[in-house]
């Protein structure tokens, strides 16, 4: 009797389990397709971070809403205008980005959204800061290469990067040119793990790569 008991309430314990897994996948699959939709839509972005933050409060283990609450924050950055606005916004991501990466360490995606970050707040006065936080960016960029050879976005990245640097500087659509190529390749191969797992950025890479030829 005793055993038919156990029995029940472990299966009541993970038909709940399933039901709150079931919730919380459909929460992140929708937020994230609205993101799709939400680019040159800062207010939108900034709507969509705070609900993922909010996913992420209630899903304490889960370390993807509070890395997608970051990269909201990351992209309103590169949608303003007026970048001496930027350091709010970057302190902001990178706390996000911290409680991702303490649920989920030498994280390929993670480590991309360190690089963008560090050239959020380069991009504030790029002229000074671009040694210091251009270390950074590329430091997470090469990690990210490591952590997963797999991931296209760091190589996308480094592209988007040296095609904005002036040639002078090493930088140009020459040399920009091969990472994107890299990148657009590595799309065409990339399949995530899971469906909430990060999965963007391939139009975006051959576009860049297009303005490039």
Known sequence: MKKTIFTLVALVIAAVSFAQNQKYVAAMKKNIILMDSAFGKPDLFLGLANTFERIGTAEKSEWLPYYYASLCRINVGFMQKDMSLNDPLADASEVLLNKADSLMPNNSEISCAKS??????????????????????????????????????????????????????????????????????????????????????????????????
């Open 116 to 213: 963008m970050i560090a050239t959020l707040r380069m991009l504030v006065n790029a002229q000074q800061r671009f040694m210091q936080y251009g270390a950074v960016s590329e430091k997470a960029l090469q990690a990210a290469m490591k952590q997963d050879t797999t991931n296209p976005r760091p190589y996308m990245l480094k592209g988007q990067t040296l095609k904005g640097t002036p040639e002078q500087f090493g930088g140009g659509c020459k040399v920009a040119k091969t990472f994107l190529q890299t990148a657009v390749d590595k799309f065409a191969t990339f399949k995530p793990a899971t469906e909430l797992l990060p999965n963007w950025g391939e139009k975006y890479t051959m576009g860049l790569l297009k303005e490039c030829e």
